[in-house]
């Protein structure tokens, strides 16, 4: 897996995921919506903490930026 999800979406990710898993736990949402709530929540923290999105691999989308050993 190579990073492609860097730079601000990471944080970004992060905090959405936890709102979105504070909304599906404590947000009053009806059974199902509160299950979706709680899984999009883990997909964006997920993604954010580990740097790899895989339908940013499928679309060919990358927000990483080259790191410095790799440029030559």
Request: glycine share 20%; proline share 4%.
């Amino acid at each position: 897996m190579t990073c492609n999800v860097g730079g601000i979406e990471r944080p970004v990710r992060i905090g959405a995921g936890v709102l979105a898993i504070m909304a599906g736990l404590f947000g009053g949402l009806s059974g199902a919506m509160s299950g979706i709530a709680f899984g999009v929540g883990a997909i964006l923290v997920l993604t954010g903490a580990v740097g790899y999105c895989p339908l940013f691999t499928l679309f060919g989308i990358s927000t990483c930026t080259p790191s410095s050993s790799s440029k030559k």
